[in-house]
């Protein structure tokens, strides 16, 4: 089946500590990207990619950290500079960055302890 | 004026019913628009996109008016299975990245 993966579902973190959240996908897209979404609010872009070894800071950028080794692969960092890291964090992919319908995984859900 | 504005609702309708979203968006130059769906602690997924000339799909009709940046959703003959927030989303002025709403929640009642 095709698709998009996040793992994992649950997240547990102590404050001060980075950690790292996992995306895949094997549609063969080549735009990926992050969003978060807090209780009652909208999804915000984090980061995206157009390309392997190319990405861009979205609106919220700031505490997080990317990489794009693999067309497959976007692994996202939330990194103890993050001030606010609970939250439902969304993995999407699309077959180009910009205009095109994205397609999202199951997501994360971070919670800082 | 917010980039893509949304009635959060909840919108609280029997079964049977005929319910309507409306969204507005700032950006003029937005060209792609689309209509998604997400349940509960669950990820969004397309329901629909939003063309020009408005399109259809079974109970779903969306409707595009470029010139009073407004887009909008019907659902006719509401089901239980309906219940759902429903997101407005436009691209950016770039035509970089979307742009979501943050929600109509409907709830269905039997």
């Known amino acids: 089946d095709g698709g998009i993966t996040q793992s994992p579902k649950y997240l547990f973190r102590k404050e001060g500590q980075n950690v790292t959240l996992s995306c895949e996908q094997n549609?063969?897209?080549?735009?990926m990207y992050w969003y978060r979404q807090d209780p009652g609010q909208g999804l915000r872009l984090i980061y995206y990619?157009?390309?392997?070894?190319?990405?861009q800071k979205g609106d919220i950028a700031e505490g997080y950290s990317v990489s794009r080794e693999k067309k497959e692969s976007f692994p996202l960092t939330v990194t103890s500079a993050q001030k606010n890291p609970t939250a439902f964090y969304l993995c999407?992919?699309?077959?180009?960055?910009?205009?095109?319908?994205?397609?999202f995984g199951p997501g994360t859900r971070l919670t800082v302890l | 004026r917010k980039e893509v504005e949304q009635d959060p609702g909840p919108f609280n309708v029997p079964e049977g019913a005929t319910v309507a979203f409306n969204c507005t968006y700032s950006?003029?130059?937005?060209?792609?628009f689309f209509w998604y769906r997400q349940d509960c602690r669950k990820e969004p997924k397309l329901l629909m996109s939003?063309?020009?000339s408005g399109n259809e799909d079974g109970r779903f009709t969306a409707q595009l008016n470029r010139a009073s940046q407004y887009i909008s959703l019907l659902i006719r003959d509401s089901k239980l299975s309906d219940s759902a927030t429903y997101l407005c989303?436009?691209?950016?002025?770039?035509?970089?990245?979307?742009?979501f709403g943050k929600g109509t929640t409907l709830s269905v009642s039997s």
């Open positions: 939003v063309y020009s």
């Open positions: 999407a992919s699309s077959t180009r960055q910009g205009s095109d319908t994205q397609y």
């Open positions: 950006n003029s130059a937005s060209q792609s």
């Open positions: 989303v436009v691209t950016n002025q770039a035509g970089t990245a979307l742009i």
């Open positions: 549609l063969n897209h080549d735009a």
């Open positions: 990619s157009q390309i392997v070894n190319d990405f």
